[in-house]
């Protein structure tokens, strides 16, 4: 069987390979686009039906919003308490700055929206989405019981591992790291982040942002190696 099949090969090779063209190009042309069948999210492979998607959407009816992921940052003081001007600087210049990027940035829709993309958002929705100290009824949520740190949560409507929560993330963590805009005096901005306050990010999104990159590294060196691996074995054999 297998000499008639090698014969065979040997004596149509250029109709096979002619064939397998057809083939690629056909496939090609037919596939449906990449983004049309993907689905971002953790959860987004799940049927509507399972308890767990059911519970999800009895808790969004319940609090009028999708049951998504944050983006939080801390804002701290090694053992003292936060100043008047700390507060003033997040209020005055942090949360502008968030504002400015969110509406630079834009925020996703949920995966089954009628508009599953990043969409541009007016100032008061943007206002909305920024939770500090100074929101009506939050001090207390957000304002350690020591009075030390605080924090600033950025509600999004998008899952913890949506890939599309990254632009954004990486947007905020290079405004708040050392060296970064808020550390620096320019004519836009002339407060800057106060001697001893710590900015630190956190958040299930942010999570789900590391988890992604890590995943993703992870991948690379497994294929790297999983490649020489072969290479190694097929010169050998």
Known sequence: MYRTLGNFVVRFWLVLFAGWLVALVALKVTAPAWNSVLREGEFAFLPADVPS????????EAWGE?????????????????????????T????????????????????????????????????????????TGMQKILDSSDGTAT???????????????????NR??????????LYEKTAGNSMTVPA?????????????????????????????????LVVILLIGI
Do not use: Y
């Open 53 to 60: 998607l059911r519970g999800e959407k009895i808790c969004e």
């Open 172 to 181: 905020i963590e290079g405004l708040i790291k050392v060296g970064g805009p």
């Open 196 to 228: 001893g306050l710590h900015l630190a990010l956190s958040g299930s999104a942010t999570v789900g942002r590391d988890m992604m990159v890590a995943a993703s590294e992870s991948s690379k060196a497994t294929e790297l190696w999983t490649t020489i």
């Open 66 to 90: 999708p049951f998504a992921s944050n983006i939080v940052l801390v804002i701290r003081r090694e053992r003292t308490q936060l100043t008047e001007q700390d507060r003033f600087f997040i």
């Open 92 to 135: 005055e210049a942090l949360s502008p700055e968030l504002q400015k990027i969110i509406k630079e940035v834009g925020l996703p829709e949920p995966e089954g929206s009628e508009k599953a993309e990043v969409v541009p958002l007016t100032d008061d929705d943007i206002a909305q989405k920024i939770k500090t100290f100074a929101t």
């Open 151 to 169: 924090m600033v949560v950025i509600d999004l409507q998008t899952e913890f591992f949506d890939a599309r929560n990254t632009n954004l993330i």
